[in-house]
């Protein structure tokens, strides 16, 4: 025996062996044409889209799919480009510049989290920089290689796991909220000294603007179409089970049924032969590869657990100053609330308004309104679900937008370092506020806002046993519109 041969046997016999056997007596179906909402969790039927128009979830109005006018996958890559342009210029930029009698001091966009380390405040100053300067970084560098390998016939296994990490890391990209911290920060420093803005906020603000164009023309079903689906599902454990592609078509009935289960990632719709617990994970998906449940797991726990926390924060984050505001050797500590007032007294009254409303009202509400769907989905309410599915969603958009205090915050203490002179500090009140809005927009992501549906019998059989057993075909074909309205004809762009 050669050495070579040797070493191909003792390779076999050291490598595991892996498990290629087929289950023939189970099967999964792949139902193509169809998509379950994550908002309500009503599967139905997607219309053909024609470029202009977008289906919307005839029960809950959720944007389910669109099709733009631009070029699918050329446009969103060409603002992607111009994101990354914009972020490297950024970068090597200067933010401000401070004149007080003579004596200046240049900022650029690294520096406010610089300074709020230096002051012991480590975690709020990581959550800065994560928010203005890595997630940007890397959701953009995510897009370009997600939209780079679009482009290739088949779609490679790398980039459903990168479309995954871009779902979750894109809220935190906070550029356009920072750019909103920039301008109060900016009024609040003109009465103090001469202030020069630099070429940094514009390329700030042209960053959100090729940002939120990238995300306009970005069709992520297209981008799926690229990517084969597998013949066989993998289990979380045991043998592979075989796939076979049904083919919904739009006369057929589409009931709610404990055997269906859809991809939160890709979307893909599996109807097994056997039903699914509503928490535990059903195996992998076979297009993109994640793990498929029916539900969010321990959704509910999770999310009282984070809003506790949010209440517990939320009192010291009012009561406790900000940051310290010190002028000639003597000073006073602000409150969020107080910065509101100075500015309304100042005249910036819009600006006064966005920092109350961003700052004191939105989180108020995030809590009240979480709480509230948390509530009566535990006493299985049927009431007003459209509408709790409407505030949820805008709950999670505006979430983030309660950040333009701490972004402000890190501007003044990088500018304002003059000693006894003037000089601007942060405080506890900030850190607590930080820790507010991190838990709420944890808290959106946990909150399945299908259980309210489920709770009140809407996607099971306890919705069929309300209405005698009939099946109702209402809803279950997406609305196709520009907008949204109820009817089945296509309102084009």
């Not at 380390?117 to 994560?130: D, K």
């Not at 993109?288 to 999310?303: F, L, P, T, Y």
Request: aromatic fraction near 8%.
């Amino acid at each position: 025996m050669s050495v070579s041969q040797f070493t191909a046997l003792m390779r076999e016999a050291v490598m595991p062996v892996q498990d290629t056997s087929v289950d023939n007596t189970r099967h999964v179906q792949v139902l193509e044409g169809v998509m379950e909402c994550p908002c309500c969790g009503l599967t139905q039927k997607l219309p053909e889209l024609k470029p202009g128009t977008q289906a919307r979830c005839s029960r809950c109005s959720q944007l389910l799919d669109r099709r733009n006018k631009t070029a699918p996958i050329a446009t969103p890559l060409a603002f992607c480009v111009t994101s990354a342009a914009l972020y490297v210029a950024m970068l090597f930029s200067t933010l401000m510049m401070l004149d007080l009698y003579g004596r200046q001091r240049t900022v650029d966009i690294i520096t406010g989290p610089i300074e709020l380390l230096h002051e012991g405040w480590g975690e709020v100053g990581i959550l800065v920089a994560i928010a203005t300067v890595l997630a940007p970084g890397i959701v953009i560098a995510m897009m370009g290689m997600i939209l780079t390998a679009s482009l290739r016939p088949n779609l490679p296994a790398w980039v459903p796991h990168l479309m995954k990490w871009y779902e979750v890391l894109r809220p935190w990209s906070m550029v356009e909220v920072y750019i909103l911290g920039v301008f109060v920060a900016y009024t609040k420093l003109v009465d103090l000294a001469f202030v020069e803005v630099g070429a940094a906020v514009y390329l700030v603000a042209g960053l959100m603007v090729s940002m939120a164009a990238t995300d306009a023309t970005l069709d992520t079903e297209i981008i799926w179409r690229h990517r084969k689906i597998d013949t066989f599902m993998r289990p979380m454990s045991g043998p592979r089970l075989p796939l076979t592609f049904v083919a919904v078509d739009a006369q057929d009935p589409l009931t709610p049924s404990a055997n269906r289960v859809s991809c939160l990632s890709c979307g893909l719709v599996l109807e097994f032969d056997h039903p699914i617990k509503p928490t535990e994970p059903s195996g992998y998906c076979p297009r993109c590869g994640h793990v498929v449940r029916h539900r969010k797991a321990n959704s509910m726990s999770r999310s009282v657990a984070l809003l506790v926390s949010a209440i517990v924060f939320y009192l010291p984050a009012n009561i406790y100053p900000v940051m310290t505001v010190i002028r000639m050797g003597a000073g006073t500590g602000h409150t969020i609330v107080e910065g509101a007032i100075e500015l309304w007294v100042d005249g910036m009254i819009p600006l006064s308004l966005l920092v109350i409303f961003a700052s004191v009202t939105v989180p108020v509400l995030k809590v009240i309104g979480l709480s509230y769907m948390v509530e009566t989905t535990r006493h299985k309410s049927h009431r007003h679900l459209r509408f709790k599915s409407k505030v949820y969603r805008v709950i999670d958009i505006i979430g983030r937008w309660s950040m333009i205090d701490v972004f402000m915050v890190s501007i003044l203490v990088a500018m304002v370092r003059f000693n006894h002179m003037a000089s601007i500090t942060a405080n506890g009140g900030m850190v607590c506020f930080a820790a507010v809005v991190v838990l709420t927009i944890f808290a959106v992501h946990t909150f399945d806002p299908r259980l309210m549906w489920d709770a009140a019998g809407k996607n099971g059989d306890a919705a069929l046993a309300r209405t005698g057993g009939r099946r109702r075909k209402r809803g279950q074909t997406a609305t196709q519109t520009s907008g949204y309205q109820d009817n089945m004809e296509p309102d084009r762009a």
